[in-house]
C-alpha cells in the first residue's frame, strides 16, 4: 500500500474515532422501535439485526435537499448518485447491486418493475417523513425478492400516528443559490381527536453546472396528501395519494457514448390504503397500492424516446397475534402484479403470489428468537421456500445477535427485455428473457455496545454466498444468444445469470447521544463498511465492481444557542474506471464535505441558514461519466409554526 494512501487512512481513522468519542446530541434514542425487523414495534436490540433510525426532521436541518442526499450519509449504505437533488441514486447495502434493496413506504413495498434505477424515486415529500430505518442484511423471508442487501423503510407520520392526539405543525423551508437553484420544502400536519391530516410538497429546481455541451439542469417536484381516520377504538382506515415528476439532464446516466447528451422524465402517480384492526392481543393489516411510472429517455436531440409505463398493484393481510410476553405470531399474505408497456422493452405482465409465517419468541428477558419463513410463487418461474432466522442475546451493556438466511431476486423487464424491441442496437445492454432469479444465503454475526442511551457502537461481520447473480457482462457479437437486432462490430453488454458470486464484509457504526442543556447539543452518527468480493466469471461484471471497497460517511450537528451548525461528509475507496471518449473517470477514492450553518431566532420558529455543498469543490462521479457537481453556494430560511 502507497505511504500516501496509508497515512490518509490513518487520519481518517483518528478523525473518526475523536468525533466518536466527544460527539453528543439531542432528541435521538439509541434503542428505538423499529418495525421494520419483525413487521411489529419491537426494541432495536431485541430484533437480532443491524438497524440504523434517522429521524425525518433530520432533512431540514442538514446539508441535503432530497431523500437520496439524506440517505447518503446513513452508516453503512452506499448511494451511487448520478445527480443532484433526487434526479437519480442507486442504493447499496453491504456491496449489493442496486437492484437489491428493498425500498418500503409505510410497509408497502415501492421497487418499480422496469428497472431498479427508479427505486430512489420515493413519491412522499419529507415533511409527512417521522423516520426512516435502514435494516440491513437479508430480509426476503419477511419481504420477498429484492430484499437482499438490506430493507430502507420510509414510515410517516399520518400512519403512525395515535388515537386521540391533538397535534398543529406547520413548516416552510425555501432556498436559491448559484445556476439558478430554487429549492422549497412545505408542509403541514394536523391532528385531532380521530382525524389526522397530512400534506406536503418538496421541490428542487436548477439551470445546473456545465456538463459536456450541456448543463446538468433538474426540476424535480413531488406533492403528497394522507389521512387517518380512525373509525372507533378498534378499526382506523389510511390513505394517501402522491404525485412525483423528476425532469433531469441525464448525460452518460446508462452509456460512456460521447454522441450521449441525454435528457429523461420520470412521472409517477402513487396510490396507498391500509385499514387497521387492533382489539386486545391481535392486530390485523390490510395494505393495498397502485403504482403507475411514466420514463421517457431521449439519448440526444436527434434520436427518437424511449417511452416505457410500468404498473405495480399490490395487496396483503398481516395478523399478528400476541399470546404472551414471550410469544408473538405474524401471518401474512401478498399478491403482486407488476407490467411494461415500453416500445423499448414491449408488453409484458407477470404476478407474484407469497405467503409467510413469523415468530417473536422470549424464552429468557436476554434472548430473543425471531425464525421466518415465506413461501413465494413467481409466474413462469414457480416456487421458492424461504426461511430466516435471527438471534439476540443481552449481556450487560453488551447486545450480541447474529442472523442468517436466505434471498432471492427475480429479474426487472430492464433485465429480461432492455433493447428488444428496436429494429437495430448499434452498441449497448441487451436484456436477456431467459435469466434465472437469483438466490443467495446471508448470515452475520454482531455485537452493539449501548451506554445509557448515550453511546452506541455496533460492529457486524457478514458474508453472502450468491448464486446466479443478474448482472451485466461484455459479451462477444458471436455469444450474444440473439443477434435478430444487433451489429456484428457492435459493443454489447449481456445480462447474464453468473455462477457464484461471494461479498465479505464489516462494518461499524457509531452514535453518540447527550444534551449539554437545552440550548446546547451536538449530535453524531457515522459508520465504515469494508468489502470484498469474489466472482467466478472470467469477465468482471458492471456492478459488483463498482460498489465501494470501503466506504465511511458521518453526519454530524453542533447546537449552541441561537446558532447550529450541521457538517456530513462521505470517503470512498473503490476500482477506478476510465473512458477516455468523454474524458471521464472513477477515481479510486474521493472525500466530499456538506457545510450548513443556521441561525435560530423567535424561539426556534424562524431561522436563515446558508449551505455549502462539495466543499472543496472535489471533481468526482460515482457512476462512470455521470459527472456530480463542484461547489455550490445557496441560502434560505425555514418557518416552524
Known amino acids: 500500500m502507497p505511504l500516501k494512501l496509508r497515512k490518509m487512512k490513518l487520519r481518517l481513522l483518528a478523525v473518526y474515532l475523536l468525533v466518536s468519542i466527544i460527539a453528543t446530541a439531542q432528541d435521538v434514542t439509541l434503542d428505538p422501535v423499529t418495525v421494520t425487523s419483525t413487521m411489529v414495534p419491537e426494541r432495536a436490540s431485541k430484533t437480532g439485526r443491524n438497524v440504523v433510525t434517522l429521524k425525518g426532521d433530520k432533512i431540514t436541518q442538514l446539508p441535503v435537499t432530497s431523500i437520496d442526499e439524506l440517505l447518503r450519509y446513513i452508516p453503512g449504505l452506499e448511494v451511487q448518485m448520478r445527480g443532484p437533488a433526487g434526479s437519480q441514486s442507486d442504493f447499496s447495502v453491504r456491496g449489493s447491486t442496486f437492484q437489491q434493496v428493498l425500498v418500503i413506504l409505510d410497509g408497502v413495498r415501492l421497487n418499480d418493475p422496469n428497472t431498479g434505477h427508479f427505486n430512489s424515486y420515493i413519491p412522499i415529500a419529507t415533511a409527512e417523513i417521522d423516520r426512516i430505518e435502514v435494516l440491513k442484511g437479508a430480509s426476503s423471508a419477511l ?14 407520520k399520518t400512519f403512525v400516528s395515535k388515537q386521540g392526539e391533538t397535534q398543529k405543525h406547520l413548516q416552510l423551508q425555501t432556498s436559491a443559490g448559484e445556476f439558478g437553484l430554487m429549492n422549497v420544502n412545505a408542509g403541514g400536519f394536523y391532528q385531532k381527536g380521530n382525524t389526522v391530516l397530512s400534506v406536503g410538497m418538496l421541490s428542487a429546481n436548477a439551470e445546473g453546472q456545465q456538463q459536456r455541451g450541456i448543463k446538468g439542469y433538474f426540476h424535480n417536484n413531488t406533492i403528497s396528501a394522507s389521512l387517518n381516520q380512525y373509525i372507533n377504538q378498534y378499526w382506523n382506515v389510511s390513505v394517501r395519494s402522491a404525485y412525483d415528476s423528476r425532469d433531469f439532464a441525464a448525460q452518460n446516466f446508462y452509456t460512456t457514448f460521447i454522441s450521449d447528451t441525454a435528457n429523461e422524465q420520470v412521472k409517477t402517480f402513487w396510490n396507498q390504503l391500509r385499514i387497521g384492526y387492533k382489539k386486545n392481543k391481535s392486530r390485523l393489516s390490510i395494505l393495498g397500492s397502485y403504482k403507475t411510472a411514466d420514463d421517457t429517455y431521449q439519448f440526444n436531440s436527434v434520436g427518437l424516446p424511449n417511452k416505457s409505463k410500468s404498473k405495480l398493484a399490490q395487496g396483503s393481510v398481516i395478523y399478528d397475534y400476541t399470546q404472551s410476553e414471550q410469544v408473538n405470531y405474524i401471518v401474512g399474505v401478498q399478491y403482486q402484479n407488476k407490467a411494461i408497456n415500453s416500445n423499448d422493452r414491449g408488453k409484458h405482465n407477470l404476478s407474484q403470489t407469497a405467503g409467510f409465517i413469523s415468530l417473536n419468541y422470549n424464552p429468557t428477558k436476554k434472548f430473543t428468537i425471531n425464525p421466518a419463513l415465506r413461501l413465494d410463487w413467481i409466474e413462469g418461474i414457480g416456487t421458492e421456500l424461504v426461511p430466516q432466522i435471527n438471534l439476540s442475546y ?104 453468473i455462477s457464484k458470486v461471494t461479498t465479505t464484509g464489516i462494518e461499524m457504526d457509531i452514535q453518540f447521544v447527550r444534551n449539554f442543556s437545552n440550548k446546547q447539543s451536538l449530535w453524531m452518527n457515522s459508520g465504515f463498511v469494508w468489502l470484498d468480493d469474489h466472482s467466478s466469471a472470467g469477465t468482471p461484471s458492471l456492478y459488483i465492481s463498482s460498489h465501494a471497497k470501503y466506504i465511511f460517511n458521518f453526519n454530524l450537528q453542533y447546537r449552541v444557542d441561537w446558532l447550529r451548525i450541521a457538517f456530513n461528509g462521505l470517503y470512498k475507496k473503490r476500482d477506478p474506471q476510465t473512458a477516455s471518449a468523454i474524458n471521464a473517470n472513477v477515481s479510486a477514492q474521493y472525500f466530499v464535505l456538506n457545510s450548513k450553518i443556521e441561525g435560530l431566532m423567535l424561539k426556534d420558529r424562524l431561522s436563515l441558514f446558508v449551505e455549502i455543498d462539495n466543499v472543496f469543490d472535489k471533481n468526482y462521479q460515482d457512476v462512470l461519466g455521470s459527472q456530480m457537481p463542484g461547489r455550490w453556494f445557496m441560502s434560505g430560511f425555514k418557518i416552524n409554526l
Do not use: C
Request: glycine letters at 8%; zero cysteines.
Open 143 to 156: 419481504y420477498g425478492s429484492e430484499a437482499v442487501g438490506g430493507v430502507i423503510h420510509i414510515i410517516t
Open 394 to 497: 443481552r449481556l450487560h451493556k453488551w447486545q450480541l445477535r447474529a442472523s442468517g438466511g436466505k434471498t432471492i431476486r427475480d429479474a426487472d423487464f430492464t433485465e429480461r427485455f432492455n433493447n428488444y424491441n428496436k429494429a437495430f442496437v448499434a452498441s449497448g445492454r441487451i436484456g436477456n428473457p431467459d435469466l434465472d432469479p437469483e438466490r443467495s444465503f446471508s448470515y452475520e454475526l454482531g455485537a452493539d455496545y449501548l451506554l445509557s442511551n448515550t453511546l452506541k457502537i455496533s460492529a457486524s461481520a457478514f458474508q453472502r454466498y450468491q448464486t446466479k447473480l443478474i448482472d451485466y457482462v461484455t459479451t462477444p457479437y458471436v455469444q450474444m444468444p440473439r443477434k435478430d437486432n444487433l451489429s456484428p462490430t457492435g459493443n454489447y453488454a449481456l445480462a447474464k445469470n
